[in-house]
């Protein structure tokens, strides 16, 4: 199987009638749940339908996609979940982190279920291999969490001599613990300062970029997280205003004018999840179906934003980068 690059693309529809125009059998039902909200995925669902297209399935035609988005209230994902049980889903896509997984897992047993998760769902306990993974379940990990060190070992080579960074991570995550953990291992490894800093609320925002100024923190990175990605704008927003450099997992968050990511092809990775789905449909099982791990890390530069915050890129990093937006 080919490993493709991956990046992201969403759709605002709340949900496709059970029936296209001239059938009288009810279409079969993708149930797809998302701890993020529908603008912030505004791009990724356009590769998740391509996918699907890709194996014969189209929505409004001969399937129906019904959404729903937890908008960063995990606690909303388990009603979300049995919810769309409820509505008859032949299969559950989920995406948006391990939470999504894990309500539409207690949700149906028996359901087939394609998730999209930042790190290995064998620890997770979602499958008991990624070769074969048993059960009702397969999907995507994208190695997030995994490629943290990656990430503030870029941060160094863009803001060299800096003494000391930031952490930007969500206590309310799942993951809050594990990441904790990698990113104190990765500063250590790399004889690298780094400060925690924890936000959950708009507000703990504001004062985050407020400490970053005070403590004088030379860059920092955002730790994978789905309220990060819905207040994607307002980090940017705040780096730039404080004229303080940051890296991204994302490479939304560099497309969106912040200074540099790291990371896996959203957009590839919803587009093999539609066609996981489309395949399901189809008749395979999903212990038929390996977890797919993705082999290319997309390094992003947005250089405007390097001159808005006074950098020059190092030339070497620049030649190795995969996109450079002007």
Known sequence: ??????????????????????????????????????????????AFRAGLQSVGYEDGKNVAIEFRWADGHYDQLPSLAAD???AGAAVLVTVGGDPPAFAAKAASQTIPLVFMVGRNPVELGLVASLNQPGGNATG???????????????????????????ALINPKSADAG????????????????????????????DEAFATFQHDAIGGFIV????????????????????RIPGMYFLREFAESG????????????YHEAGLYAGKILAGTKPNELPVIQPTKFDLVIN???????????????????????E
């Open 140 to 166: 995507i990990n994208l190695l997030i969490v995994e490629t943290e060190t990656k990430r503030i070992e870029i941060l160094r080579q863009l803001v060299p001599g800096s003494p000391r960074f930031a």
């Open 84 to 86: 769309l049980v409820r």
């Open 223 to 242: 730790v994978a997280d789905p309220f990060f990605v819905n207040r994607r704008d307002q980090i940017i927003l705040l780096a730039n205003q404080r």
């Open 258 to 269: 912040g200074l540099a990511s790291y990371g896996v092809s959203l957009s590839d990775a």
């Open 303 to 325: 250089v405007k934003a390097a001159k808005m915050l006074g950098l020059t890129i190092p030339t070497p990093l620049l030649a190795t980068a995969d996109e450079v937006i």
């Open 1 to 46: 199987m080919r490993r493709r690059e991956f990046i992201t693309v969403l759709s605002a529809a709340a949900g496709w009638p059970l029936t296209a125009l001239g059938q009288d059998r009810p279409l079969p039902i993708i149930g797809f749940l998302s701890s993020l909200s529908a603008r912030a995925l505004s791009g990724p669902v356009t």
């Open 178 to 205: 594990v990441q904790l953990s990698m990113v104190q291992s990765a500063a250590q490894a790399l004889s690298q300062q780094i400060k925690v800093i924890n936000a959950s609320t708009d507000l703990e925002l």
